[in-house]
């Protein structure tokens, strides 16, 4: 089925560990983001990307990088990771439009515990 | 960064009650959207408004525009158990541009 793929579903990571958190597309969507969720506090934006070799901070980039050298493909890297990173991950992507707001379509998202 | 409120926070009915979730912001939206999210699940698009005072119906769900552009709110009719979820909003400034996620109503519908 068409949509946003993420893997792994769950990952337990080691304080000063890293890890890459894959995200695909498969819509030719132009846009891509990170965001996480964390009880009460909705979704927060990491990064987002409106395009192959573009990306930009979101609300809480701090502990993360990402990069996209492919319209489909748009991996979270945590370099060395924290307690604080535990949460939920979602990668989300849509098109572009200027003057039409199309809605994101998510995927299933990650669970990743940091102990 | 847009502070998007939603309220309340979480809300437990019986089967058949009816009820409202609200979103508030001090910031004009160009357009806002609803999503509902399922446990393990990521958020699905319900619907998106454009215009003030815009009304829209999905079945059993009536979503509204505030007239100025800066609140929503969710009608809900005769809830079943497979509303039970829980429920976003989303803003943009600017048609087009970066959505920001409200804090979520967290619904139950018990049967």
């Known amino acids: 089925n068409a949509g946003v793929t993420q893997t792994p579903k769950f990952q337990v990571l080691k304080t000063g560990q890293s890890m890459t958190l894959q995200c695909a597309q498969d819509?030719?969507?132009?846009?891509m983001s990170w965001y996480r969720q964390d009880p009460g506090m909705g979704l927060r934006l990491i990064h987002y990307?409106?395009?192959?070799?573009?990306?930009d901070q979101g609300e809480v980039p701090n502990g993360y990088n990402v990069s996209r050298s492919t319209t489909e493909d748009f991996p979270l890297r945590l370099l060395s990771a924290a307690p604080s990173q535990t949460s939920v991950y979602f990668c989300?992507?849509?098109?572009?439009?200027?003057?039409?707001?199309?809605?994101?379509?998510f995927g299933s998202g990650t669970r990743l515990t940091v102990v | 960064t847009q502070l998007l409120e939603q309220s309340p926070q979480f809300l437990s009915i019986q089967e058949g009650e009816n009820l409202t979730v609200y979103c508030n912001s001090s910031?004009?939206?160009?357009?806002l959207q609803w999503y509902r999210q399922e446990p393990g699940e990521g958020p699905v698009l319900l619907v998106t408004?454009?215009?003030?005072?815009e009304v829209k119906k999905l079945k059993r769900l009536t979503f509204q525009f505030g007239d100025a552009r800066k609140d929503s709110s969710l009608h809900i009719t005769a809830a079943q158990p497979g509303d039970t979820g829980l429920y976003l909003c989303?803003?943009?400034?600017?048609?087009?541009?970066?959505?920001?996620f409200g804090t979520g109503t967290s619904l139950t519908v018990i049967p």
């Open positions: 990307s409106v395009g192959a070799g573009i990306t």
């Open positions: 989303a803003g943009a400034e600017d048609p087009g541009n970066q959505f920001y």
């Open positions: 989300a992507s849509s098109y572009i439009d200027p003057g039409v707001s199309y809605g994101y379509t």
């Open positions: 408004v454009v215009t003030g005072g």
């Open positions: 819509m030719n969507h132009e846009y």
């Open positions: 910031s004009v939206f160009s357009s």
